[in-house]
T-cell receptor, first 114, second 114 residues
Framework: DQQVKQNSPSLSVQEGRISILNCDYT??????FLWYKKYPAEGPTFLIS?????DKNEDGRFTVFLNKSAKHLSLHIVPSQPGDSAVYFC?????????????FGDGTTLTVKP | KAGVTQTPRYLIKTRGQQVTLSCSPI?????VSWYQQTPGQGLQFLFE???????NKGNFPGRFSGRQFSNSRSEMNVSTLELGDSALYLC?????????????FGDGTRLSIL
């Protein structure tokens, strides 16, 4: 039972355009969501997060949107740059008893073409 | 500030052997989590340690175990290795493992079972 799903294994966009990465979750106990970016041969690095009390969080070119009723979140990258090419993981966490544990999706490989 | 350090980076073992992986968290971080990543898969949670105690555990067999030392360094052990254990093992640390504290990942140990 996969509780966090990223249904698109890959996404290709042109440099300068918008990239939209999607994530769905099933567990209503999740109330904090994070996005991580992973380059080959490196560990994931934190990108942006959002609490369930918000529906949007923005950090520079990156914006995360949360739709709690649909149990859906998305990451928007505007404008996309070639250096954004990486695997993006959506992660979800909740409070006790799952403190310290994040549930990850399978990732979406983003390719930004020059 | 030094990041999360995992050793070794690469390891080759044969079926039936056992292996120990090491993780040094960021200084001051008390929560250490371990994840397994197989090709095309997301990060599967193994366990989390906080103050030398296992606080959370994923759905992995008892062959997978871990521990944490008083300096927060952590080790993960896998006994009776199977071919399916071939994966990238990632360690992540955070201050206290709270849901709103992003995890800092090491670059992983690539384990290959022959």
């Amino acid at each position: 039972d996969q509780q966090v799903k990223q249904n698109s294994p890959s996404l290709s966009v042109q440099e300068g355009r918008i990239s939209i990465l999607n994530c769905d979750y099933t567990n209503s106990m999740f109330d904090y969501f994070l996005w991580y970016k992973k380059y080959p041969a490196e560990g994931p690095t934190f990108l942006i997060s959002i609490s369930s009390i918000k529906d949007k969080n923005e950090d520079g070119r990156f914006t995360v949107f949360l739709n709690k009723s649909a149990k859906h979140l998305s990451l928007h990258i505007v404008p996309s740059q070639p250096g954004d090419s990486a695997v993006y993981f959506c992660a979800a966490s909740g409070w006790v008893p799952n403190a310290g544990k994040s549930t990850f999706g399978d990732g979406t490989t983003l390719t930004v073409k020059p | 500030k030094a990041g999360v350090t995992q050793t070794p980076r690469y390891l080759i073992k044969t079926r039936g052997q056992q292996v120990t992986l090491s993780c040094s968290p960021i200084s001051g971080h008390r929560s250490v989590s371990w994840y397994q990543q197989t090709p095309g898969q997301g990060l599967q949670f193994l366990f989390e340690y906080f103050s030398e105690t296992q606080r959370n555990k994923g759905n992995f067999p008892g062959r997978f175990s871990g521990r944490q030392f008083s300096n927060s360094r952590s080790e993960m052990n896998v006994s009776t290795l199977e071919l399916g254990d071939s994966a990238l093992y990632l360690c992540a640390s955070s201050l206290q493992g709270a849901k709103d504290q992003p995890q800092h990942f090491g670059d992983g140990t690539r384990l290959s079972i022959l």
